[in-house]
């Protein structure tokens, strides 16, 4: 079976990527820009907050080892989708919940899984789902940078109980 691509924006592509990249079946992660009208964006355009753009990570995944469906329960799990246009300490639509759908059948797996999701949360989830258009890389600056600058990430971190629970790694 061939890989598929998924795109997701939740908070700092940073920490999305760095997540990403730790899930068991995830090929690569590249943090970039989507969802907007600005052709080729810069991280300094994008962040005027003209663009429409959030920052987002494209995720080519083997779904023969982990499911579009596991890869939203990371997503959900990795950020608070109730907060509008912002993550922790960072504000503004770059940062929003997005969750971008390549496929009719990520579509309807992405509104199942919010709407199940919701169930987990008092305020209502704002996370944006819509058809994927075009998806823009990041500087190279950008890519896997916490593993090239060793700082801690100091978001989106996914509880390895998570993790497992989702049969993404071993564990009693």
Known sequence: MANEIATFGAGCFWGVEWVFRRVPGVVEAVSGYAGGHVPDPTYELV??????????????????????????????????PTQINRQGPDF?????????????????????????????????????????????????YHQRYYERTGKEPYCHAVPVHTLRELGLVPGA
């Open 92 to 140: 503004g639509t770059q940062y929003r919940s997005i969750i971008l759908t390549h496929s009719e059948d990520q579509r309807r797996a992405a509104e199942a899984s919010r709407a199940e999701a919701q169930e987990r949360y008092a305020r209502p989830i704002a996370t944006e789902i819509r058809p994927f258009e075009a998806f823009y890389p990041a500087e190279d």
């Open 47 to 80: 962040c005027t907050d003209t663009t429409g753009h959030a920052e987002v990570v494209q995720v080519t995944f083997d779904p023969e080892r982990v499911t579009y469906e596991q890869l939203l329960e990371v997503f959900w799990a990795m950020h608070d």
